[in-house]
């Protein structure tokens, strides 16, 4: 069990020290909460594997609007009583109370891991390799992201001393995880080179590299950490953090990167992210020498009206992982199914009548 108010990366170090593992990380773990991260219901480069927050917390306690406690903290594998209520409170931005502990799912602490950077001419191929690694390797597979070439050039110019794990030029790049527990340990190196060949031989990758020791594992991970910290040093950019049905991640970036680039001149688009959560994190960058509030919020609200549109298209959901806040709750209410937005306003009415609870948020 674990109070609200711990921080990410506590529990991380907590988890260490009992030779197990919480697995769930993203950039902000030295100041998320874990009660932060269940209203949110945060997500990470783990999902994949292990889910987001809803999979992890098997327990929740809440004070509700009328001053009542919600205690659900006692993990049952099975409970058949009806609503599971502890899911309505997971993912609802504090709209509907506020979480003060939960009981979180552990793992094993991971014995071996295996990262791969790989070079590949698509995404389509992205997604062709993904298939492969998880036929390959099914549970073993921790991560599996993608960018594109100019967003590794981006990283790199951000980072002088950093370097280009492949010596060639690929249109696109993708970091592999695999790890695993003590009793397969001495086989996973032997297994990633397995991976790997059989893709070469299948033609879905045109170059890979696997880390030879844990720094050069960590200065692959670093590479994808800092997508985010190089673009907002290059300039103003519009975010997205949208996703599409699994099989339909290649096909949606084809179109909607230079649908943008073309709707909106001058303006370079960047998906990049978790290709094994359909969840790209699609940020358009502005013209340069343009930017600011002014930019923002007219060229860049018409941006993300653009791509908001094509995800609809695409039967995609507009917040993968980011939550709607303040920031898109107005294009929940423009792109929403009538009828989740009608529930979840009945749901906030019987349990916050008097609307106390994050006003303006979500909703
Ligand atoms: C650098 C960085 C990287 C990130 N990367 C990712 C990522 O990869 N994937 C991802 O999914 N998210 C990511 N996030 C977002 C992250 O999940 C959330 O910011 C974080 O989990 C929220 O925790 P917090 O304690 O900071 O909450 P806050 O930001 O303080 O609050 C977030 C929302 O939750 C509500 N809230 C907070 N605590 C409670 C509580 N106890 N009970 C009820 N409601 C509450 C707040 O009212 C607010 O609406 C990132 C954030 C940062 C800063």
Redesign the pocket.
């Given at each position: 069990m674990c109070e609200?108010g711990v921080i990410l990366e506590t529990l991380h170090h907590a988890a260490d020290d009992a030779g197990l593992r919480f697995p769930l990380s993203?950039?902000?773990k030295g100041?998320?909460?874990v009660?932060?991260?269940?209203?949110?219901n945060?997500?990470?480069?783990q999902v994949l594997r292990h889910g987001s927050m809803r999979a992890l917390v098997l327990g929740l306690e809440a004070v509700l609007p009328d001053g009542s406690v919600f205690d659900a903290l006692t993990p049952l594998k099975k409970d058949n009583r009806g609503f599971d209520l502890k899911q309505l409170l997971i993912g609802s931005?504090?709209t509907l109370?506020?979480?003060?502990a939960a009981t979180l799912k552990l793992e094993p602490a991971v014995a071996a891991r295996s990262v791969v950077w790989a070079g590949l001419e698509s995404i389509a191929a992205a997604r062709e390799l993904l298939l492969h690694c998880q036929a390959a390797e099914g549970d073993a597979l921790e991560g599996f992201e993608v960018m594109p070439d100019h967003c590794l050039a981006n990283v790199l110019r951000f980072l002088p001393d950093a370097r280009a794990p492949l010596t060639g030029p690929h249109a696109w790049h993708a970091l592999i995880e695999l790890d695993t527990g003590a009793t397969d340990a001495d086989g996973l190196a032997a297994r990633a080179e397995a991976m790997l060949t059989g893709a070469f031989e299948a033609g879905l990758i045109e170059d890979a590299a696997i880390a030879q020791n844990e720094a050069q594992a960590e200065a692959f991970w670093q590479l994808r950490e800092m997508i985010a910290p190089a673009e907002r040093a290059a300039g103003p950019a519009v975010q997205h953090d949208v996703s599409v049905p699994l099989a339909s991640v290649p096909d949606f970036v084809d179109e909607a990167v230079p649908a943008v680039e073309a709707a909106f001149p001058h303006t370079r688009a960047v998906a990049f992210g978790h290709l094994g959560d359909g969840n790209v994190h699609f940020h358009v960058i502005a013209p340069p020498g343009v930017g600011g509030p002014a930019w923002q919020e007219g060229e860049g609200k018409a941006i993300s009206r653009f791509v908001h549109d094509l995800v609809a298209k695409w039967r995609g959901s507009i917040s993968a992982?980011?939550?709607i806040?303040q920031l898109k709750r107005d294009e929940l209410r423009r792109l929403g199914d009538p009828v989740a937005l009608a529930l979840m306003g009945k749901v906030k009415a019987a349990l916050d009548p008097l609307g106390i609870m994050?006003p303006g948020?979500l909703l």
């Open positions: 609200a993203l950039g902000g100041s998320a909460t009660g932060g991260l269940v209203a949110t945060a997500g990470g480069t931005e504090g109370g506020i979480v003060t992982e980011h939550g806040g994050n948020k």
